[in-house]
Nanobody, 130 residues
Framework: QVQLVESGGGLVQAGGSLRLSCAAS????????MGWFRQAPGKEREFVAA????????YYGDSVKGRFTIPRDNAKNTVYLQMNSLKPEDTAVYYC???????????????????????WGQGTQVTVSS
């Protein structure tokens, strides 16, 4: 069982930056691949980014590629989402998720579906003003 707690959300102006954190419980954090998803009002949950347990493999959704990064610190049991050049359309509740496999690429595809993640945080609101 893994418990995830997000923090770092808030209000930021367009063009600004924000860093989200997701702290995980447990002693086997490095064996979990991690992901970030977001959900805006009236929209489906959207994949944002994922990272393998070792941190060696990352993958990003098209809408955030080149602007967001997903580093992790296994010594601190924490994964981050560094968001730069924020746009109003980035406004959403952001969720951290974990899956008990070490990699994010299997059988020719990346883990970008919410169904592939077993554990979820409570979410943190990010609002980008224009």
């Amino acid at each position: 069982q893994v418990q995830l707690v997000e923090s770092g959300g808030g209000l930021v102006q367009a063009g600004g930056s924000l860093r989200l954190s997701c702290a995980a419980s447990g002693r086997t954090f490095s064996t979990y691949a991690m992901g970030w998803f977001r959900q805006a009002p009236g929209k489906e949950r959207e994949f944002v980014a994922a990272i393998s347990g070792s941190g060696g493999t990352t993958y990003y959704g098209d809408s955030v590629k080149g602007r967001f990064t997903i580093p992790r610190d296994n010594a601190k049991n924490t994964v981050y989402l560094q968001m730069n050049s924020l746009k109003p359309e980035d406004t959403a509740v952001y969720y951290c998720a974990a899956t008990p496999v070490p990699d994010i690429y299997y059988s020719g595809y990346y883990y970008t579906s919410a169904r592939e993640y077993d554990y979820w945080g409570q979410g943190t609101q990010v609002t980008v003003s224009s």
